[in-house]
């Protein structure tokens, strides 16, 4: 008999499971803070549990965690853990420490459909959604291993904010992504706030609506061209979700969302997408001006342009340092918010975009991003000084 994964459920999920035992709800707060809080795993160690229920539970139910591949530290304190998910692949966790916050990035597929160009687990290509039992898996395996490396007492933190930034598009698995940022926000388990759970999409318009009628977290798109043209090369989906609807999503999610901003991810692609020509289209794009999107639509937003990270395959290179300040400004003097990403654990591939984990290729992504790159090539841009 196959035992029921626990770490499958929110509250409603756990409180139905045992209403279906004739099992109260208040037993379900009770689960939910052994496992997530406690950490405990061993139903017979659940002592303020009824011992029929623990027997119960004991016989089919489990806390499945997910095999560890291995664990490396970076020197800056980053830690990266490859998890097994079966069949060959492996997904990957990161922790970055930093002075007054400790930031868990998770992944939500094994692999990713999406394809873009500039991303490494995009190359990789896609084998499976994880269940919401494999992304909250990532999460409850790092709290504890942290907490107890860190000795921490009761109420201190190591992890205090989760970013859906790891391997996969979290959106496209989103059945099994919401009961876990349910589970993230849930006072009985980790007790998040709205504003330190993010989700990063490459921009499912209609999804993002959903998102804020259902659990409307921390919102960063990742935008990286601000015309249809380039950001159709640059992240497939754009063709289906073009910036006309996904600007507007933006603004709408922005009603409901726990910060009065949306983050823009931007990847610095040296000759793509980094002119300052470019910069004042993105601009325009934010401020309603641009022809990509409605007239008059303004996005408050703050813009978080990250350095890419080069992987072989790609055949892309970082902008300097000096054009990605000249872009920064550009933003900055029309009143904008721009922001630089360091960039953490690139000695151990933890950076943004290093994520490739093991994925076996059910799609064939791989191959078709290497025609697509024959088809379209990405043309250098001529405009503007380089460095
Ligand atoms: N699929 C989601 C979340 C995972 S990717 C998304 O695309 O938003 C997390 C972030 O890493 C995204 O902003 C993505 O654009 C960025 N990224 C991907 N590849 C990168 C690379 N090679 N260098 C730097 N950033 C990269
Ligand atoms: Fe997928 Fe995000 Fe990578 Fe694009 S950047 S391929 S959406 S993980």
């Not at 959903?210 to 601000?226: F, T």
Request: charged share 25%.
């Amino acid at each position: 008999m196959k035992l029921v994964n626990l770490l499958d459920f929110d509250l409603d999920g756990l409180a139905a499971w045992c209403a279906e035992r004739g099992e109260k709800r208040f037993r379900a707060v009770q689960l939910l803070r052994w496992i997530h809080q406690k950490g405990e795993s061993d139903f017979g160690r659940m002592t303020d549990l009824a011992r029929s229920l623990r027997e119960k539970l004991a016989g089919h139910c489990e806390v499945r965690a997910l095999p560890i591949v291995s664990e490396h530290q970076s020197a800056d304190g980053t830690v990266k853990w490859l998890f097994d998910v079966g069949s060959g692949n492996a997904i990957e966790t990161v922790f970055i420490p930093e002075a007054d916050r400790g930031t868990l990035c998770l992944s939500s597929q094994a692999g990713c459909a999406v394809g873009c160009r500039f991303c490494s687990t995009g190359h990789q290509g896609f084998s499976r959604n994880l269940s919401t039992g494999e992304i909250l898996a990532q999460l409850w395996h790092a709290e504890h291993a942290l907490r107890a490396r860190l000795a921490l007492k009761p109420g201190e933190r190591a992890i205090t904010n989760v970013v859906m930034m790891g391997m996969g598009e979290p959106l496209q698995n989103y059945g099994a992504l919401l009961p876990a940022l349910r589970v993230m926000l849930d006072d009985h388990a980790y007790g998040l706030s709205r504003r330190r759970v993010t989700v990063s999409t490459s921009g499912m318009a209609r999804l993002i609506d959903r998102l804020r009628e259902d659990c409307p977290v921390a919102l960063a798109v990742s935008l990286h061209a601000a015309n249809d043209d380039l950001r159709d090369a640059l992240v497939p989906l754009n063709r289906k979700h073009p910036l006309a609807d996904l600007m507007q999503s933006c603004q709408h999610y922005l009603a409901r969302a726990p910060r009065d901003f949306i983050t823009f991810e931007y990847c610095m692609l040296d000759g793509v997408n980094d002119s300052p020509e470019q910069a004042q289209e993105l601009v325009d794009l934010v401020n309603g001006r641009s022809p990509c999107t409605v007239p008059g639509l303004r996005v408050p937003c703050k813009i978080n342009l990250i350095p890419f990270n080069p992987f072989p395959q790609s055949g892309l290179r970082r902008s300097p340092h000096e054009r990605v300040l000249a872009f920064a400004r550009v933003l900055q003097d029309a009143g904008l918010v721009a922001t630089i990403r360091k960039t953490r654990g690139d000695d151990i591939d933890a950076a943004c975009g290093q994520l490739a984990g093991e994925v076996l290729d059910r799609t064939r992504i791989h191959e078709r991003l290497q025609r697509r790159r024959e088809i379209i090539p990405i043309q250098p841009v001529a405009t503007g000084v380089r460095a």
